[in-house]
Nanobody, 115 residues
Framework: QVQLVESGGGLVQPGGSLRLSCAAS????????MGWYRQAPGKQRELVAG???????NYADSVEGRFTISRDNAKNTVYLQMNSLKPEDTAVYYC?????????WGQGTQVTVSS
């Protein structure tokens, strides 16, 4: 069983930055595939960025070049650095852990980009 706790969300002006953190409990964090997803009101949840056990990353086209996902296995934590934020980045951001068919989600953290 893995528990995920996100933090770092908030209100930021367009063009600003935020760093989200997702702290994981349990063992074997280093071999989990980790991902950040987001869900805006009235829209489906979508993948923002992912990172696997080999530190290979992938990004949604809409955030490529602005967001960076990283992980610190010693701290059981995955991060999402978000730069040049836009109003359309406003959403609840969720952390996801997956391994061998087992999937775990965090409770989400709100990110609001507005002037």
């Amino acid at each position: 069983q893995v528990q995920l706790v996100e933090s770092g969300g908030g209100l930021v002006q367009p063009g600003g930055s935020l760093r989200l953190s997702c702290a994981a409990s349990g063992s074997f964090f280093s071999i989990y595939t980790m991902g950040w997803y987001r869900q805006a009101p009235g829209k489906q949840r979508e993948l923002v960025a992912g990172i696997n056990y080999g530190d290979n990353t992938n990004y949604a086209d809409s955030v490529e070049g602005r967001f960076t996902i990283s992980r610190d296995n010693a701290k059981n934590t995955v991060y999402l650095q978000m730069n040049s934020l836009k109003p359309e980045d406003t959403a609840v951001y969720y952390c996801k852990a997956s391994l061998l068919g087992n999937v775990y989600w965090g409770q989400g953290t709100q990110v609001t980009v507005s002037s």
